[in-house]
C-alpha cells in the first residue's frame, strides 16, 4: 500500500541531497499557510543570469515534543553562490548552505507567521531558456532548482508572481494578469495570486508567442503558440478550443465539480519534453501534438483529442486534490487517462473507444510489464530526487487498465460516486490511493485491498493456459489456468471474455478468473467452435494463449476489438518463442495490409511489422524481408481510399524500405515534393523523408542541407540543424556528435537528442555505433540528475532499442553485474530498455 502522513510526531530531518519524506513530513507537521511571492528580471539573452527575489511567508508551529534544534529546511538546488541575502522577519541572517537546502535556525522563526525574504539568481536546469522564450516544467522537485522553497507536494500554496522581461515578450502563468508597465525596452508584468498549488505544478513560460483567445460556453480562453504554418494554425485552432471546452463539460458533469480554478490557459512549445503538462491554469503542450496539417491520420486527431482530455481531467485529478508524496503519482495519471478516455468516448461518438483502448494501452503495458525491468504500479519513495524514475509504461497504461477492471468490479455508478466522494471530501489538499480506496472499498462487497495488492502493489503479468475437453462435437470441460509469468502462484482477479469462433456465427463467454484454476461452465455443451480468441473484448490483462487455428483465419474476425486482441496476443507470444516466429507472424499480417478495415489496427499491424524487421530480422535476412514488405505496404496503400490508413501504409513503406527501388522512390518523392496518389505530406513529412533517406546514405549529395532551406519555421529549422550530424555519413562527424553529448549544455533540448540518438543507433548504423554504448550507460546517472523525468528512459530506449545481437546484451549484464549497488530505478529502467536486445538475441541466435 501507498504511505501517506502520520499524524505522530515525525524524528527530526537530517541534511542530505534531494527531499526526503523524513523531511517532508517533518515540515508537514510546523508549516501552512504557505504563500510564495516571486520576482524575476529575465533578460533578452538566455546566457545573461536572472536577478531574482522570493517572500516566502507561513505559519510556523515548533514541532512536537519541545524546541527543534533542527534548522528549517528550505530546498534549493543551485550552489551557494546563487544566494545573495537572506531575512528572516526583516532581519538580514547569515547565509548557511549544506547539502542543496538552505538552513533556517528556528531562533529567528517566531510561532505563528513568519517571513523569509531571499535575493537570489535564479537556476537554470529548469528554465528551459531558448533565444526568444522559456518554460519552466517543474515536476517532480524541480522548482527547487529555480527558486529556495519547501518543495513537496503536500505543502501547498498560492504564488504571485512577477517577470520583466522584453517589450515585445508575452507570458502566462498560473494565474490571470494584474497589470503590465513598460520601462522603454522591458516591461514588468504582476500577475494575480494563484489558486492554491503544490510547488511542482507552479509554471510560467515567456517569450515571443502569438496570443489567440476564445469564449466557449462562457469559459474565456487564450493560447500562446508560436506555429507559423498557416495551414495548421487554420486547421487546428477551432479543434484546440472546443475540445477543451468539451473536456470541461463533461467533467464538471462527471465530477459534479465546477472548474475549480480561477483562469482556464494554455501554451503550445516546440519540442516540448512530454505531450503536455497539467500546470493549473496555464497548461503546456507539445506543439506538435496540438497543430496537425491537412494530411493528419483519424488517429492523430483522435490522439490530439485524448491528450487534452487528459490534461484537463487533471485539473480535478491531480491538482484540486493531489497526492500526498510521489510514491501515489501513478494515482493523478491513472484518473487523467481514465477520464480522457471517457471524455473522447462521447467527444468522438463514431469512434470505437473499446478499440482505442486495446490499441492505447495493452502494447505500452506489456512494453515493460514482459521485461526483467518491470516496475509495480505503487512503488515507494524515499527521497524526491528519484521521483523522476516512477514514470513510465506501468503509470500511464498499465494503471488505466486496472482502473477499468475495478470499474467493471465495482460497476460504473459506484465507481463516478466513490470518485466524486473523494474529490469533494479531499478538493484543495492531499490524499492518497490508501484513502481512495477506504472510499471505494465501502461501495463493494469485493475485498479491495486484497485486490489492490496484486494489481498494484505487485511486478508482473499473469500467463494463462487453457484445456478445452471435447465429447461427441461439444465442449465438455473448458479450464483455465493462470500463473505469473515468472512462475510464481499469483493471482491477478480479474474478468475478460473468449470469444468461441464458428463458420457462421461467434459465441463470447465471460470469465471470472478469480482462482488460479477456473472452469468456464458457460462453454461447456456448446459445439467445439473452429477456434479460440483470448481477451476478445480486450479488457483482461496477461500473456494469453493462441490458438494455431485462429492465424490463417484471421480476417475471419468481424469485430475490430477481437482482432486487436488477437494481433497483440500473436505478437506478446512470438516475443516468449511460443506459437509463432517472426518471419512468420510478419508474413501473416503482410496478407493483412490489405483487409485491415480499421486504422487503429492498422497502426497497431505497421508497428508490429517495423518491429519484426528492424528488431527480429538478422541483418542478413532483412533485405529480403523489407523487401516483400514493401511491396506489400505499396499494394496496400494504393488500392485503400481512405486517407488515414493511406498514410500509415505510406509511413510502414518509409520506414522499412531497403532495396534500390523503394529507395529510388522515396527520393523522388522527397526531390519532386509530389506525394503518391491520395497521400498528403507536409513540411514535416518530407524532413522524415528525408532523414530517412539520410541514414540510409543514399547516393544523392546535400539532401538534408536542401530539406532545411525548405523549413519555414526556425524552431523546426533549429532541430534539424542540430540532428544532422548524427545523420552524417561521415564515422567521424557522428563520432564527435556523440562525444558533444557529454556536456550538459548540448543536452538541454531533450526531445531533439533522443530523435538524433535513434538514428544514430539506426539498425543500419548499429554496426559502427555499437562503440557508443558503454558511455551512454556510464552517462545514465548523470542524465537522470539533471534530466527530465522521462530523459533516462527516452535515453535508454533510443540508444538500445534497435540492437539484437548477444554482444550487446552481454554489454548491458556486464555494465550492472559491475554495479551491485547500482540505482535500483535506473537498473530497472536499463532492464527495460534492454528488453528488445535481451529477446531478439535469444530467438535470431540461440
Not at 494554425?233 to 472548474?259: G, V
Not at 469512434?351 to 518491470?374: I, K
Amino acid at each position: 500500500m501507498s504511505c501517506s502522513h502520520r499524524s505522530a510526531p515525525v524524528s527530526q530531518p537530517s541534511v542530505e541531497t534531494g527531499v526526503s519524506q523524513t523531511l517532508a513530513q517533518f515540515r508537514k507537521q510546523t508549516i501552512r499557510q504557505l504563500t510564495y511571492a516571486l520576482n524575476l528580471d529575465i533578460p533578452a539573452q538566455k546566457s545573461q543570469p536572472i536577478p531574482a527575489s522570493a517572500t516566502i511567508t507561513f505559519e510556523w508551529t515548533a514541532p512536537a515534543g519541545g524546541k527543534s534544534t533542527a534548522p528549517l529546511q528550505l530546498d534549493f538546488k543551485e550552489e551557494q553562490t546563487h544566494l545573495q541575502n537572506v531575512s528572516v522577519n526583516e532581519a538580514n541572517i547569515p547565509i548557511v548552505f549544506k547539502s542543496e537546502h538552505l538552513l533556517i535556525s528556528t531562533a529567528y522563526l517566531k510561532p505563528g507567521r513568519n517571513t523569509i525574504t531571499i535575493q537570489f539568481t535564479a537556476g537554470n536546469l529548469s528554465l528551459n531558456r531558448n533565444d526568444d522564450y522559456l518554460y519552466t516544467l517543474l515536476v517532480p522537485d524541480r522548482a527547487r532548482t529555480v527558486f529556495p522553497c519547501f518543495d513537496q507536494p503536500d505543502l501547498k500554496a498560492s504564488f504571485q508572481l512577477s517577470l520583466t522581461v522584453p517589450k515585445s515578450w508575452q507570458a502566462m502563468t498560473n494565474a490571470a494578469l494584474q497589470d503590465s508597465v513598460v520601462t522603454g525596452n522591458r516591461k514588468t508584468i504582476h500577475f494575480q495570486r494563484s489558486n492554491i498549488i503544490p510547488t511542482y505544478l507552479f509554471s510560467f513560460v515567456a517569450g515571443k508567442f502569438t496570443p489567440v483567445s476564445r469564449t466557449i460556453n462562457n469559459r474565456f480562453m487564450t493560447l500562446l503558440h508560436r506555429e507559423t504554418d498557416s495551414s495548421k494554425i487554420r486547421l487546428s485552432l477551432d479543434t484546440i478550443f472546443t475540445s477543451h471546452a468539451d473536456a470541461l463539460r463533461f467533467l464538471e458533469d462527471y465530477t459534479q465539480i465546477p472548474y475549480p480554478f480561477q483562469k482556464f490557459d494554455f501554451a503550445a512549445i516546440p519540442d516540448f519534453q512530454y505531450g503536455g503538462m497539467e500546470h493549473v491554469g496555464a497548461i503546456d503542450y507539445r506543439l506538435s501534438s496540438l497543430f496537425l496539417d491537412a494530411g493528419a491520420t483519424r488517429d492523430q486527431k483522435l490522439s490530439r483529442a485524448t491528450l487534452i482530455a487528459h490534461e484537463t481531467a487533471h485539473m480535478w485529478f491531480g491538482d484540486l486534490v493531489t497526492m500526498r508524496w510521489f510514491d501515489d503519482v501513478w494515482l493523478k495519471e491513472v484518473f487523467a487517462n481514465f477520464m480522457a478516455d471517457k471524455v473522447t468516448e462521447t467527444s468522438f461518438p463514431d469512434s470505437n473507444y473499446d478499440l482505442q483502448f486495446v490499441v492505447d494501452h495493452f502494447p505500452a503495458a506489456y512494453a515493460v510489464d514482459r521485461t526483467e525491468g518491470a516496475n509495480p504500479i505503487g512503488q515507494p519513495l524515499a527521497n524526491l530526487q528519484e521521483a523522476g524514475t516512477l514514470y513510465g509504461g506501468i503509470i500511464y497504461h498499465k494503471a488505466p487498465i486496472m482502473m477499468r477492471q475495478l470499474e467493471r468490479l465495482m460497476g460504473k455508478d459506484n465507481l463516478r460516486d466513490g470518485l466524486r466522494e473523494y474529490l469533494k471530501k479531499y478538493a484543495e489538499s492531499n490524499a492518497s490511493w490508501v484513502d481512495l480506496i477506504a472510499i471505494l472499498d465501502a461501495r463493494t462487497p469485493t475485498d479491495l485491498v486484497a485486490w489492490n495488492q496484486v494489481w498494484v502493489n505487485q511486478t508482473g503479468r499473469p500467463k494463462f493456459s487453457y484445456q478445452l475437453d471435447k465429447q461427441d462435437g461439444k465442449i465438455s470441460r473448458f479450464s483455465i489456468a493462470q500463473l505469473g509469468e515468472d512462475g510464481s502462484k499469483r493471482i491477478w482477479p480479474q474478468g475478460f471474455e473468449l470469444a468461441l469462433i464458428y463458420a457462421d456465427h461467434v459465441e463470447e463467454v465471460t470469465v471470472a478468473m478469480n482462482e488460479a484454476n477456473v472452469v468456464v461452465t458457460e462453454a461447456v455443451g456448446k459445439p467445439v467452435p473452429e477456434f479460440v480468441v483470448f481477451n476478445s473484448s480486450g479488457q483482461g490483462y496477461g500473456l494469453f494463449p493462441v490458438d494455431p487455428a485462429m492465424i490463417p483465419q484471421l480476417t475471419t474476425l468481424k469485430n475490430p476489438v477481437t482482432r486487436a486482441a488477437a494481433y497483440i496476443n500473436l505478437y506478446e507470444n512470438m516475443l516468449t518463442g511460443q506459437v509463432v516466429k517472426p518471419a512468420q507472424l510478419a508474413e501473416t499480417y503482410q496478407k493483412l495490409l490489405s483487409t485491415e478495415s480499421e486504422e487503429l489496427n492498422v497502426r497497431l499491424l505497421t508497428s508490429q511489422l517495423s518491429d519484426i524487421v528492424w528488431n527480429f530480422t538478422k541483418p542478413e535476412s532483412r533485405l529480403a524481408l523489407a523487401t516483400s514488405v514493401e511491396q506489400a505496404a505499396w499494394q496496400a496503400m494504393n488500392r485503400e481510399t481512405a486517407p488515414g490508413k493511406k498514410k500509415l501504409l505510406f509511413r510502414l513503406y518509409q520506414n522499412i524500405a531497403l532495396s534500390s527501388e523503394a529507395r529510388d522512390r522515396l527520393y523522388t518523392i522527397w526531390n519532386d515534393q509530389q506525394a503518391p496518389a491520395g497521400v498528403t505530406l507536409t513540411e514535416d513529412d518530407y524532413t522524415s523523408l528525408a532523414l530517412a533517406l539520410a541514414v540510409r546514405d543514399y547516393p544523392a549529395a546535400t539532401i538534408l542541407s536542401r530539406q532545411l532551406t525548405r523549413i519555414k519555421n526556425p524552431d523546426r529549422k533549429k532541430r534539424l540543424e542540430f540532428m544532422m550530424p548524427a545523420l552524417s555519413g561521415n564515422v567521424t562527424e557522428r563520432d564527435a556528435f556523440f562525444a558533444s553529448l557529454a556536456s550538459e549544455n548540448n543536452r538541454e533540448r531533450e526531445a531533439w537528442v533522443t530523435a538524433a540518438l535513434g538514428y544514430l543507433h539506426h539498425p543500419l548504423r548499429a554496426g559502427s555505433s555499437a562503440k557508443y554504448l558503454p558511455k551512454s550507460l556510464d552517462l545514465l546517472e548523470e542524465i537522470q540528475r539533471t534530466g527530465d523525468i522521462f530523459f533516462p528512459e527516452s535515453w535508454l530506449r533510443s540508444t538500445l532499442g534497435a540492437y539484437q545481437t548477444p554482444e550487446v546484451s552481454q554489454l548491458v549484464r556486464q555494465f550492472l553485474s559491475s554495479r551491485p549497488s547500482y540505482n535500483s530505478r535506473l537498473r530497472a529502467k536499463l532492464l527495460q530498455a534492454a528488453d528488445t536486445p535481451f529477446r531478439a538475441s535469444k530467438l535470431l541466435y540461440f
